[in-house]
């Protein structure tokens, strides 16, 4: 029975890694073409994880809400910060300071 527990724990985390995977790179694509459309530079061509937390979609079923920051330009001397928020894999929105897209 242990042994069983212990591979469903490994199964879960394994999906949860793999799930994380798509969706930071649908947060680091939605990322990059903001930051294209915009005419800033997305800078190191990464996002980070800021916020991770269990919430209801429009079905009403649970997914993960995550937040992500990543790091644009201006003029290609400064940095700032911009988020794109994602429910599951699917992008609510992307913001560049001030702006939502």
Do not use: H, P
């Not at 029975?1 to 199964?11: E, G, R, Y």
């Not at 990464?46 to 201006?74: C, H, K, N, P, W």
């Amino acid at each position: 029975m242990t042994d069983f527990l212990v591979v469903i724990v490994l199964l879960a985390l394994l999906g949860f890694w793999w799930d994380s995977l798509g969706a930071r790179q649908a947060a680091r694509l939605a990322g990059r073409r903001v930051c294209e459309r915009e005419g800033v530079q997305f800078l190191d061509d990464t996002v980070a994880i800021s916020r991770l937390r269990l919430q209801r979609d429009s079905r009403g079923r649970m997914a993960f809400y995550r937040e992500y920051r990543f790091e644009y330009s201006l003029s290609g001397e400064d940095r700032q910060r911009g988020s794109v928020n994602l429910l599951g894999k699917q992008v609510l929105g992307v913001e560049l300071g001030w702006q939502e897209f």
